[in-house]
């Protein structure tokens, strides 16, 4: 259906174009905004989980030094509440008495400074009405919910698969909530003029975002601006239009001041979502050689009371192996808890570590090496709809794994490979990860002075996104990358597709492809008719971009150069627009593949002190057409860190008898630190993807999928013990 400008895998490892800019301070994040007449916000926080505000007392806060107002249920302006198919806001704050989670937001002080907005905060004295939180998943007053999403999928008949196989595996699995904690805090600014609300915010998704602020504050859309050229991170916490934004142009709106809110560490465990627990069982049945003939996997997520979040911790098992007989349902129960949310590979992130294992332990039942057994079951076709991959290199990404790792010279049983005192061990798991497609649309201007200038309302949550975009467009219309400034974060700009779902480079990447290739369009049409042009006449494909020149194809010196085009024409710009959406498989008859992955992972274990230490991790990962090197490279790092994480350490404790969450700052809420983190081997392999036109799959969340199943697998070899519930910590190791 395309065709591939460059089919070479790997692109050069060309340096962040705004990395100066970020290590030099000069990058501007919304807490670094600062406007004339700004003042300051603080919130107030629930202390009880669940029931109602009472009595509520603003008055010394009131008159304290600098409170210019005080907003609670009581006076705060009633606002809509804006319900979303998919990551949608929560309801807008201080509607009313209700709570449903430890740390809701009550009351907001504003202030002349930060910090007498926060003292103040602290003189606000509120008598709550508690009632009996629902806090365990177990509970059985607590409401559960079938998938609202559809993506439960059932073929084949399960029991009958069970019941013809040889081996059977019926295990549980359990992962913690964990809390995305990018780690620049979430701040918004917001200042109106009129019914025009100008907001800079930590979003992954500014034009979504300025859609949702227009219909909470029921003010027409064109007239909301959100800015977000730098974003401190995000792994989901910035998907959507949390009540802290709210808050922040409330504030602005009733006092007539332009305001900041920051949040504190502890209210980014509370105010931004965060990955749901989960309980799982996966039940697989096999032939003796190694065939699956049966696929069950159930899963049970916490949500929040009034959350729409949902967690597709199954849809990916439904396609990671060629079994006849699948069926994979995904559940949530509601708790009293803030509201879970995606949180980087939302759902496969869970459901991998507990098909990866199940697999794992059917290979002993089996007697057969893991990633032989993977091999066995490859998905050779999609499996759902029996349509062809757009691409898929996942054997490959097995043989270059094995190799690179060693996997040929691991002992079959556990237990039986150490390194003096420690246990050793080796284990493996293979991830077909799965992305978010949705409409993008771009701008591209070539000046006169032989620069281009492209745009889109998009955010680089520290991807890359600016640097590979610089690089497409340079490529796109043949000029040098130092002449090119791609820009984002404002909703000025063309519509732009969220940062998440590893779905934003393929969508944003063929928008800007469209806009450079009709802006190409557009220079041809102004030479069409003139007989003097070696341009004269030629279409898109009968030409070639180069060196800010446009020639005819094969025939360097049949062409014009931008700026002679301009100049002949005495204009000092030329603009297109372009747009992408992606295509139904069905139409283009393939499906679209995400990329896919095989991991490797070294342990020691210590089964005397129960210390676990990740040894080496080695990923093969398929990623399409890789962009840049150095970038994709920093994403599957990044992202291993985070499956060390989500392995070995991260755990958002809730008190079970308040609701409140006991572990919210980062020095009670473990992550890795460096000597957490081994050597890490990235190779990418397979072909550019055929589902876009310039060959990419998404990398952003893939690094993070398969670790825990591959270091608990790993654990399993060096000890003989199974961990089935993650972290992995030295109590459950010991
Ligand atoms: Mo990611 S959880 O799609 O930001």
Request: charged share 20%.
């Amino acid at each position: 259906m395309t065709t591939i400008e460059r089919p070479r895998l790997v692109g050069a490892g060309v340096d962040r174009v705004d990395g100066p800019l970020k290590v030099t301070g000069a990058a501007p994040y919304p807490n670094d905004v600062s406007l004339p007449d700004l003042v300051y916000a603080a919130p107030v926080r629930a202390t009880i989980a669940a029931g109602r505000i009472g009595r509520i007392d603003t008055s010394a806060a009131e008159s304290a030094p600098g409170v210019l107002a005080v907003f609670t249920h009581l006076n705060a302006p009633r606002l809509e509440r804006v319900p979303e198919p998919m990551l949608g806001p929560p309801p807008p704050p201080l509607q009313d008495d209700r709570i449903t989670y430890y740390g809701q937001y009550v009351a907001v002080v504003v202030a002349g400074t930060a910090e007498q907005a926060s003292a103040a905060a602290r003189r606000i004295e509120i008598g709550y009405e508690p009632a009996e939180p629902l806090l365990d998943m177990n509970d059985p007053r607590a409401e559960r919910i079938e998938n609202p999403f559809g993506t439960d999928v059932s073929r084949g008949d399960v029991a009958a698969g069970l019941a013809d196989a040889d081996v059977t595996i019926d295990a549980s699995y359990t992962t913690a909530e964990n809390t995305n904690n990018p780690l620049g805090l979430f701040a918004t600014v917001a200042a109106w003029d009129g019914d025009a609300l100008t907001v800079h915010d930590s979003t992954q998704w500014p034009s979504r975002a300025r859609a949702i602020l227009a219909k909470v504050f029921r003010v027409p859309e064109s007239g909301v601006r959100v800015l977000a050229p730098y974003v401190g991170g995000g792994f989901g916490a910035g998907l959507r239009v949390w009540p802290h934004v709210i808050l922040a142009a409330l504030a602005a709106r009733e006092t007539g001041r332009p305001v900041k809110l920051v949040l504190t560490r502890p209210e980014m465990f509370t105010g931004v979502g965060h990955r749901p627990a989960t309980v799982q069982r996966v039940r697989l049945g096999a032939t003796r050689d190694g065939r699956l003939t049966a696929i069950d996997h159930e899963s049970l997520a916490t949500l929040s009371i009034d959350g729409d979040n949902f967690e597709p911790c199954t849809a990916g098992t439904a396609s990671a192996y060629a079994c006849p007989n699948v069926s994979v349902r995904d559940r949530q129960v509601r708790l009293n808890i803030p509201w879970t949310n995606s949180m980087r590979a939302p759902g496969e992130a869970q459901g991998n570590f507990a098909l990866e294992s199940a697999l794992d332990e059917l290979s002993y039942e089996l007697g057969i090496d893991p990633l032989e057994l993977r091999l066995r079951n490859h998905a050779d076709s999609y499996p759902q709809l029996g349509l062809p991959w757009s691409s898929k290199a996942l054997r490959e990404c097995y043989a270059v794994g094995a190799a690179r790792f060693g996997w040929s010279r691991r002992g079959a049983e556990p237990g039986s490979m150490r390194d003096g005192d420690w246990l050793v061990g080796h284990g493996m798991a293979g991830v077909s990860f799965f992305w978010l497609q949705e409409p993008c649309a771009a701008r591209a201007t070539v000046r006169d002075d032989g620069t281009a200038y492209v745009r889109s309302a998009v955010t680089d949550i520290g991807t890359g996104t600016y640097t590979v975009m610089t690089q497409l467009s340079a490529e796109f219309l043949g000029l040098r990358q130092d002449r090119v400034t791609f820009d984002l974060g404002d909703t000025d700009m063309p519509m732009g597709v969220v940062a998440g779902g590893s779905g934003l480079t393929a969508a944003l990447g063929t928008a800007v492809r469209a806009a450079c290739r009709d802006l190409v369009r557009a220079f041809l049409d102004l030479v069409r008719d003139d007989p003097g042009s070696p341009l004269a006449g030629c279409d898109i494909d009968d030409v070639t971009v180069a060196d800010g020149r446009i020639h005819r194809k094969g025939a360097p010196e049949l062409g014009e150069s931008y700026t002679g085009i301009l100049a002949a024409h005495e204009l000092t710009e030329l603009t297109a627009d372009g747009e992408s959406a992606p295509p139904r498989p069905e139409d283009v008859g393939m499906a679209p593949a995400g990329a896919f992955g095989a991991r490797f992972v070294e342990v020691r274990v210590d089964p005397d002190l129960g210390l676990l230490r990740v040894a080496r991790v080695v990923s093969a990962i398929d990623g399409g057409r890789i962009l840049n090197e150095k970038l994709a490279t920093s994403q599957i790092i990044g992202g291993t860190v985070g499956g060390i994480g989500m392995a070995l350490f991260e755990d958002t404790v809730t008190d079970a008898g308040t609701g409140r969450i006991a572990n919210a700052t980062l020095g009670d809420y473990l992550v890795p630190v460096n000597a957490d983190v081994p050597d890490m081997d990235v190779i990418f392999v397979g072909d550019p993807d055929r589902y876009n036109p310039v060959g990419v799959k998404g990398v952003g969340e893939i690094g993070l999928v398969g670790l825990s199943a591959a270091i608990a697998n790993a654990v399993h070899h060096a000890t003989g013990r199974r961990i089935r519930s993650l972290p992995i910590t030295i109590d459950r190791l010991l």
